[in-house]
């Protein structure tokens, strides 16, 4: 009897062990099956978010140009015989419609009695938005040639070009053409209007950001690659696509290229027969996931054995209580991975911009979960800091996958944005169409020039942020705009203000002040303002915030999310130096480190460290001395001083020049090297990137 129950139970537990193993089979089985299909909608939709936004952006670009063009042209047929007035008429276009960077008027040749035998009036905005205003008709380039003009002429239908580099600027652009007429109804001319396509270019690599090896490609109405992320080299497979896209359908379709699987995203966009495509590779997209699901199997197979330790060795009820027990460690763990995760989408390194002295910048937040809804990003396009902070409706998981979105979704918008008011607008049409949750959020974002003080910002009802100046505190004063994902089509409204050197803008969420003692004590807007300190730095205001907020609550349980950022607009001295690209020039170096009035010691090192960076501008960057210039912008604050060396001869990184080997004998180095690697040790950051033509080298050293 004895041996047959240890037989019936040695059954039992392994017939619990096979039970276990088939149910965590099953539901393994089923969590990889839906996570996949999750994965897939949330490429879909961002594709299909990327896709309507792009074509949104084109079809309003292009609707404004083709009805200015169309408004104007009457006004050029009615003054065909005043020639003097058409660069009024063009220069008029320009100044209302900021998306035309180029209008002109092309007439018949020999239609005015010219020297150069055609009349070609146009007006084009510069890269300072200054109007340039200009007669191609002496220009010995043939614009008759141009396809923006014979196809109109030859049609007499209003046209657009497929996307090319200008004549004028080499910028990528669309025209917009249209025929001109007298009164007798004779074509006399073109008119015509460029649009930049710079933008549609950074939205394209932008929908091809997400996944290493991912693309995104433009197709015209005629299946032709006019713009791509790939540079021309587009995979064969891609087009299986064309028939679809030329046929303007809306949809995804798998694709096969060089053995690769990929999901290829496609729409229309814009009103004259453009197709956008997005392409993602099937392992790109799963491979983290593939990651963790060969994890969670080798968990499972541990926890099978470790289930049957249990079920051998403890009694039934036990066995249960350790399963329950298991299940729970197992959703914090999960829960924990995802509080790693939102909180690794956040910049935790300060200071963030270490190589400019115009701002410092600090922050932090504390999810009263283990995921949360509030968030705060800043980052650096040319020299305007945008910056914000949100709290989405809520907590724990819905609010952080609003966050997420909201964060990604923001630097996206902001890097095209013209103002916060329109990135606000974007956000708010985003989430409002996709809102089934009624989740919403208060957001205050901003856009600080760093080199003027003067700070642009939208505030979606959130707190008011505080302005800390000269020992004075005051809220800063916002226009009342609703939460962004109630209503689609609010008009938010940008609010603008200069800060003064040494101000400090401080933003929260209402888990600061609303934060409560044990004895339901607020801790209220009066105790943060006695707190803030305009002498301190924002980290060290964000800290002693802190601490503070630890003592008012005094083991009080966090009831919401806290985040705290904080921006000084710094003081600082400016003064610049140039001369041509020759070595005698270096000589006004050390006078130009000298007029900043630092230690003789930091001086010498300055000095040093300037003489190599510009040694390398002058034998370098230009093909002969003096062919070129140098320019060396010196800005000096309390904490740190750092150059800006920039000069436009050719692309040059110094800091991809190979480390000097200290190992060889001296005759036996490589000529080169020691003058940069020199830099470095002298200087505390060293920072190279090529914008615009020209080379630029920042240097900077800590003076605290």
């Not at 949104?56 to 063009?69: G, H």
């Not at 790939?230 to 064969?236: Q, T, V």
């Not at 190589?355 to 809804?373: F, H, N």
């Not at 093909?623 to 060396?632: H, T």
Request: proline fraction near 4%; aromatic fraction near 10%; charge should be negative.
């Amino acid at each position: 009897m004895s041996k047959q129950k240890k037989k019936k139970g040695a059954l039992y537990s392994v017939a619990i062990i096979i039970t276990a193993a088939v149910i965590l089979e099953a539901i393994s089985g089923i969590q990889y099956y839906f996570s996949r299909k999750a994965i897939e909608n949330d490429v879909r939709e961002l594709a299909q978010v990327r896709l309507t936004n792009a074509n949104l952006l084109l079809a309003n670009a292009m609707n404004d140009v083709e009805v200015a063009v169309k408004n104007v042209t009457g006004f050029v047929s009615d003054n065909v015989n005043h020639p003097e007035k058409m660069f009024r008429i063009t220069g008029g276009v320009i100044k209302i419609n900021h998306n035309i960077i180029e209008c002109g008027i092309l007439f018949n040749k020999d239609y005015y009695p010219v020297e150069s035998g055609s009349y070609h009036p146009a007006t084009y905005r510069d890269d300072k938005d200054s109007l340039v205003f200009l007669d191609h008709g002496v220009d010995p380039f043939n614009y008759y040639e141009r396809q923006w003009y014979r196809e109109v002429i030859d049609s007499g239908v209003p046209n657009w070009t497929d996307p090319y580099l200008s004549h004028t600027n080499q910028k990528l652009i669309c025209t917009y053409s249209r025929t001109v007429t007298d009164k007798e109804g004779n074509v006399v001319g073109v008119i015509y209007a460029d649009i930049t396509l710079e933008w549609l270019r950074s939205i394209l690599a932008e929908g091809a950001s997400n996944y290493e090896n991912s693309f995104s490609v433009i197709l015209n109405e005629k299946g032709r690659a006019v713009i791509d992320t790939r540079d021309g080299d587009i995979p064969e497979g891609f087009y299986d696509l064309r028939s679809r896209m030329v046929s303007r359908e809306s949809g995804e379709q798998i694709i096969e290229y060089s053995d690769t699987l990929s999901h290829a995203f496609f729409a229309p966009i814009g009103t004259h027969g453009w197709s956008m495509a997005i392409v993602c590779p099937v392992s790109e997209m799963f491979k983290e996931f593939h990651k963790i699901s060969l994890i969670l199997l080798i968990l499972m197979v541990f926890g099978l054995f470790v289930l049957g330790f249990i079920v051998i060795m403890a009694a039934q009820n036990d066995k249960r209580f350790r399963k329950v027990e298991g299940e729970s460690q197992r959703l914090e763990d999960e829960l924990m991975v995802a509080h790693g995760i939102q909180m690794g989408m956040l910049s935790k390194v300060f200071p963030p911009f270490p190589d400019r002295v115009e701002i410092d910048i600090y922050a932090s937040l504390t999810p009263a979960k283990e995921v949360g809804g509030d968030l705060y990003d800043n980052f650096l396009h040319g020299d305007t800091l945008w910056f914000c902070v949100a709290d989405v409706s809520g907590k724990g998981v819905p609010a952080a996958l609003v966050m997420a979105l909201a964060r990604s979704q923001f630097r996206t918008e902001a890097r095209h944005g013209v103002s916060p008011s329109a990135v606000m607008s974007a956000l708010n049409l985003s989430m409002s169409e996709v809102n089934e949750s009624n989740l919403f959020v208060t957001m205050f974002i901003g856009a600080l020039d760093v080199t003027t003080g003067s700070l642009r910002y939208c505030n979606a009802g959130h707190n008011p942020p505080v302005i800390v100046c000269d020992g004075e505190k005051s809220f800063l004063p916002v226009k009342p705009n609703l939460p962004f994902g109630l209503i689609g089509d609010f008009p938010y409204k940008t609010a603008e203000t200069s800060l003064k050197a040494g101000s400090t803008i401080f933003l929260y969420t209402d888990g600061l002040t609303e934060s409560e003692s044990v004895s339901k004590e607020l801790f209220g807007e009066e105790k943060m303002f006695s707190i803030l300190d305009s002498a301190k730095t924002p980290e060290e205001n964000v800290r002693n915030m802190s601490e503070a907020l630890d003592a008012h609550a005094a083991g009080a349980e966090q009831s919401d999310d806290l985040t705290m950022l904080a921006i000084r607009f710094n003081s600082y001295e400016f003064k610049s130096i140039s001369f041509p690209n020759k070595t005698e020039e270096l000589a006004a170096i050390p006078g130009f480190v000298e007029s900043l009035g630092l230690s003789e010691e930091l001086t010498q090192k300055l000095c040093l460290a300037l003489d190599e960076a510009a040694t390398n501008v002058v034998l370098y960057a230009y093909d002969e001395p003096g062919a070129g210039e140098v320019k060396i912008d010196a800005l000096l604050s309390e904490e740190k001083v750092s150059f800006k060396i920039s000069d436009s001869g050719k692309p040059f990184n110094p800091l991809m020049a190979a480390e000097p080997n200290f190992d060889l004998p001296g005759a036996e180095r490589p000529v080169g090297g020691l003058g940069i690697f020199l830099v470095k040790k002298l200087m505390d950051v060293v920072y190279y990137r090529r914008d615009r033509g020209v080379n630029i080298l920042r240097i900077t050293k800590n003076l605290k």
